[in-house]
């Protein structure tokens, strides 16, 4: 049997830690009487070690000669109405990677088959090597003033591309490839945002359809990297993203990770018991206190995470404290962020929630790049410009409003002209500056550009859900034909129209992101909502790229990067109807003639030219005079 050594003076990090010659492990648990480890061999043999404890709910122990690739989980005993139940095997929420997937059976749910064992079922945390070769690798530390973003999947990514090697495509080692990264280098994007790389698992009802969750946002691991996305899963996940971050670092790029802190893929209280529903889930999940078998659900997903209680505080920040020091990552993108910010009163969002004065006081995290998706559905759910000083923001406001001028429904210059300079109505209250709007047109979540200039309306029959999901309102233009045309006018007003999106994004003030595969023309052939679609609906297809798109996007990111005017960080002064004695920027009619009171207030236009001063404030701008 293993042999357990506890040296009680010394504190006890959670997780697994291999020191070279065994492994600690610490779980916290307050509502347990009893943690066993259970090591998993090869053969199928299950050793058990009770751990000692608890102290202050962390239950510890060490094992000698337990290394790196070692499969592990937890066996909890507590009371049943906690989550407790020795019969589910659990993956550690510090597990640094898990091995294999979920198989669903009745054995994984609590109400199910609570006396069933569910080890044969489940994945397995996995002890992993903390030593990597960084070879000198120099984050890139690009500021938010000069950031592309550029949004992309691992797989989908890769996983076509005709010059990355077959058994790489898909894969971390994938995006890592030279002729990928030549490509993000040539656009001129500086950060790569890759769709959630957290260990996620699909949904059950997915895989009755033959589908799964490709987009990802439904995780069980918030610190190990998806093993999916590697070539092997014992650990050699983590190997191969740190191979990924090196080797973007070394080309000047910045990776953002999307990270989902607000649910778990334990779904609701008839979900599968798998990690932390098991180890305390009254500490983990908000339920309603009217009837506290119920869960409170702000996220549409079954479950909301509890980011008002401590252990789930600790558990957050330390999952994004490892990304950044033991994963090198840049930044991240928070999925439903509002949710993390309901504190005490799960019905309100607080700026001023412990969260987020966490981070804000965190040594390591206060200097990497927050981004907010700032809504979830819960009430007081849409938030954007309501996020605290130094968090970016995905501006929905500006998506929206560019999408209605180049369909033509909506031509409110004042509207438009706030758009385009930073959206100060949103941020300047706040003395947020303009990099705090992170401009987008497309994203993930939507119609590509392609179809965003092809379909009036969504194509999600291969869903599964008869064509329900997915926004119903687009702000969608065909440019008179719906789908697929032959019409060469068709097509070339469908080209410029996506010239124009793009610009508009590069163009205006704030940070702006692209989304992957839209310089080179791809279609979802009309699918808005494709989360379920891991297949060619959304995987980029190399062999029909836009080469005279690409030259475009990549003209205009050199055009941004050329001209310190186009990457302000503070306010424009002559913003629509101020008076200032020295303003650095003018409006224009179609004419050449200057905006007046009555153009602002009549407000529209099909056309409206905007004048950017650089030397008003050099040296930020060079001391050049340009117009935009």
């Given at each position: 049997?293993?042999?357990v050594?506890?040296e009680?003076?010394?504190?006890?990090?959670?997780?697994?830690?291999?020191?070279?010659?065994?492994?600690?492990?610490?779980?916290?648990?307050r509502?347990?009487?009893?943690?066993?480890?259970?090591?998993?061999?090869?053969?199928?043999?299950e050793r058990?070690?009770?751990l000692?404890g608890?102290?202050?709910?962390?239950?510890?122990?060490?094992?000698?000669?337990?290394?790196?690739?070692?499969?592990?989980?937890?066996?909890?005993?507590?009371?049943?109405?906690s989550?407790?139940?020795?019969?589910?095997?659990?993956?550690?929420?510090?597990?640094q990677?898990v091995?294999?997937?979920?198989?669903?059976?009745?054995?994984?749910?609590?109400?199910?088959?609570p006396?069933?064992?569910?080890?044969?079922?489940v994945?397995?945390?996995?002890?992993?090597?903390?030593?990597?070769?960084?070879?000198?690798?120099?984050?890139?530390?690009?500021?938010?003033?000069?950031?592309?973003?550029?949004?992309?999947?691992?797989?989908?990514l890769?996983a076509?591309?005709?010059?990355?090697?077959?058994?790489?495509?898909g894969?971390?080692l994938?995006?890592a490839?030279p002729?990928?990264i030549?490509?993000?280098?040539?656009?001129?994007?500086?950060?790569?945002?890759?769709?959630?790389?957290?260990?996620?698992?699909s949904?059950?009802r997915?895989?009755?359809?033959?589908?799964?969750?490709?987009?990802?946002?439904?995780?069980?691991?918030?610190?190990?990297?998806?093993n999916g996305?590697?070539?092997?899963?014992?650990?050699q996940?983590?190997?191969?993203?740190k191979?990924?971050?090196?080797?973007?670092?070394?080309?000047?790029?910045?990776?953002?990770?999307?990270?989902?802190?607000?649910?778990?893929?334990?779904?609701g209280?008839?979900?599968?018991?798998?990690?932390?529903?098991?180890?305390?889930?009254?500490?983990?999940?908000?339920?309603?206190?009217?009837?506290?078998?119920?869960?409170?659900?702000?996220?549409?997903?079954?479950?909301?995470?509890?980011?008002?209680?401590?252990?789930?505080?600790?558990l957050?920040?330390?999952a994004l404290?490892?990304?950044?020091?033991?994963?090198?990552?840049?930044?991240?993108?928070?999925?439903?962020?509002?949710?993390?910010?309901?504190?005490?009163?799960p019905?309100?969002?607080?700026?001023?929630?412990?969260?987020?004065d966490?981070?804000?006081?965190?040594?390591?995290?206060?200097?990497?790049?927050?981004i907010?998706?700032?809504?979830?559905?819960g009430?007081?759910?849409?938030?954007?410009?309501?996020?605290?000083?130094?968090?970016?923001?995905?501006?929905?406001r500006?998506?929206?409003?560019?999408?209605?001028?180049?369909?033509?429904?909506?031509?409110?210059?004042p509207?438009?002209?706030?758009r385009?300079?930073?959206s100060?109505?949103?941020?300047?209250?706040a003395?947020?500056?303009?990099?705090?709007?992170?401009?987008?047109?497309?994203?993930?979540?939507?119609?590509?550009?392609?179809?965003?200039?092809?379909?009036?309306?969504?194509r999600?029959?291969?869903?599964?859900?008869?064509?329900?999901?997915g926004?119903?309102?687009?702000?969608?233009?065909?440019?008179?034909?719906?789908g697929?045309s032959?019409?060469?006018?068709?097509?070339?007003?469908?080209?410029?129209?996506?010239?124009?999106?793009?610009?508009?994004?590069?163009?205006?003030?704030?940070?702006p992101?692209?989304?992957?595969?839209?310089?080179?023309?791809?279609t979802?052939?009309?699918?808005n909502?494709?989360?379920?679609?891991?297949?060619?609906i959304?995987?980029?297809?190399w062999?029909?790229?836009?080469?005279?798109?690409?030259?475009?996007?990549?003209?205009?990111?050199g055009?941004?990067?050329?001209?310190?005017?186009?990457?302000?960080?503070?306010?424009?002064?002559?913003?629509?109807?101020?008076?200032?004695?020295?303003p650095?920027?003018?409006?224009?009619t179609?004419s050449g003639?200057?905006?007046?009171?009555?153009?602002w207030?009549?407000?529209?236009?099909?056309?409206?030219?905007?004048?950017l001063?650089?030397?008003?404030?050099?040296?930020?701008?060079?001391?050049?005079a340009?117009?935009?």
């Open positions: 049997m293993p042999r050594l506890v009680p003076a010394r504190p006890h990090p959670l997780g697994a830690h291999y020191d070279g010659a065994g492994t600690s492990f610490a779980v916290t648990s509502s347990a009487s009893r943690v066993q480890l259970c090591l998993l061999d090869d053969d199928g043999t058990r070690v009770d000692h608890p102290e202050d709910g962390v239950w510890h122990g060490r094992v000698d000669g337990v290394g790196p690739g070692q499969r592990y989980g937890y066996r909890v005993h507590a009371a049943f109405e989550g407790g139940n020795p019969n589910k095997l659990l993956v550690d929420p510090y597990a990677a091995a294999g997937a979920l198989e669903w059976n009745d054995a994984v749910f609590q109400v199910r088959q006396h069933e064992d569910s080890a044969p079922y994945p397995h945390s996995v002890v992993v090597n903390p030593y990597f070769d960084w070879s000198e690798s120099i984050r890139p530390r690009t500021p938010w003033s000069d950031t592309v973003i550029y949004e992309a999947h691992v797989k989908g890769t076509l591309h005709p010059d990355v090697p077959p058994e790489l495509r894969t971390y994938g995006v490839c002729p990928v030549e490509h993000l280098q040539r656009l001129g994007v500086t950060a790569i945002e890759l769709l959630p790389i957290q260990q996620f698992l949904e059950n997915l895989g009755e359809q033959g589908l799964s969750n490709y987009w990802g946002y439904n995780p069980l691991a918030w610190l190990a990297p998806h996305y590697a070539t092997a899963d014992r650990g996940q983590v190997n191969e993203l191979t990924m971050v090196r080797e973007l670092h070394r080309a000047g790029i910045e990776v953002i990770c999307d990270v989902v802190f607000n649910h778990t893929a334990e779904g209280p008839m979900g599968p018991t798998l990690s932390l529903r098991g180890f305390d889930d009254k500490a983990y999940y908000r339920h309603d206190p009217a009837d506290p078998s119920r869960y409170l659900d702000v996220t549409g997903c079954g479950n909301t995470v509890d980011a008002s209680n401590r252990d789930v505080l600790r957050v920040m330390d404290r490892h990304w950044v020091t033991e994963l090198h990552v840049d930044g991240f993108r928070f999925d439903l962020a509002v949710t993390l910010g309901r504190d005490g009163d019905r309100r969002f607080d700026p001023g929630a412990t969260f987020f966490l981070v804000h006081q965190d040594p390591v995290l206060r200097d990497v790049k927050l907010a998706e700032p809504w979830d559905i009430h007081d759910g849409y938030q954007v410009g309501g996020f605290p000083s130094g968090w970016g923001e995905w501006n929905g500006y998506r929206d409003a560019l999408r209605d001028f180049w369909k033509g429904t909506d031509h409110s210059l509207r438009l002209a706030r385009l300079t930073g100060a109505d949103l941020y300047l209250h003395r947020r500056s303009p990099t705090a709007s992170v401009n987008f047109i497309t994203s993930h979540d939507g119609f590509t550009a392609t179809d965003l200039v092809a379909y009036e309306h969504k999600n029959e291969a869903n599964g859900e008869d064509n329900r999901d926004d119903d309102h687009n702000r969608s233009w065909n440019c008179g034909v719906e697929p032959d019409d060469p006018g068709v097509n070339e007003l469908r080209a410029r129209q996506r010239r124009n999106l793009v610009a508009s994004v590069l163009l205006s003030h704030g940070v992101m692209l989304l992957g595969g839209d310089e080179l023309g791809r979802q052939r009309g699918n909502n494709a989360y379920c679609q891991d297949n060619e959304s995987w980029v297809n062999a029909t790229a836009d080469e005279e798109l690409i030259r475009f996007v990549a003209h205009v990111t055009l941004r990067r050329d001209h310190p005017v186009l990457r302000r960080t503070r306010w424009l002064t002559g913003r629509p109807n101020e008076v200032t004695d020295r650095d920027s003018a409006w224009f179609p003639r200057p905006m007046e009171t009555d153009d207030e009549r407000g529209y236009a099909r056309a409206v030219g905007l004048a001063d650089g030397r008003a404030v050099a040296p930020e701008a060079g001391g050049e340009e117009t935009a």
